[in-house]
């Protein structure tokens, strides 16, 4: 199993970024995914999940209206567009697998990658 996070970068206040999460080595469309973030000296936080199928899909307050969770199966990517952020959404932002014995709102991890510096300033 991989995932390789892309995409992050500088950004200023209410710019957007699309972050890209190449997925390999297992069934793709057979586990959802999630974007975790965390930011400096911070704990890790879950930010967005979505089902295998693409159906279903769950976002945190904090980013609720501004992030979008997307998958293209037929490509094994994983997405998140990030529109008008914000100084605190600077984090290291990770993609990861859920594992397919766990439901929301509990879900649990089982792989993730390096993740991608997001950092938000003017």
């Known amino acids: 199993v991989q995932l390789v996070e892309s995409g992050g970068g500088l950004a200023q206040p209410g710019g957007s970024l699309r972050l890209s999460c190449a997925a390999s080595?297992?069934?793709?469309?057979?586990?959802?995914m999630s974007w975790s973030r965390q930011a400096p000296g911070k704990g890790l936080e879950s930010v967005s999940a979505?089902?295998?199928?693409?159906?279903?899909?769950y976002t945190s307050d904090s980013v609720k209206g501004r992030f979008t969770i997307s998958r293209d199966n037929a490509k094994n990517t994983l997405y998140l567009q990030m529109n008008d952020l914000k100084p605190e959404d600077t984090a290291v932002y990770y993609c990861?697998?859920?594992?397919?014995?766990?439901?929301?709102?509990?879900?649990?991890?089982?792989?993730w990658g390096q993740g991608t510096q997001v950092t938000v300033s003017s």
């Open positions: 990861r697998r859920i594992r397919l014995d766990s439901y929301y709102p509990r879900y649990q991890y089982d792989y």
């Open positions: 080595g297992f069934t793709f469309s057979s586990y959802g």
């Open positions: 979505i089902s295998g199928t693409g159906t279903t899909t």
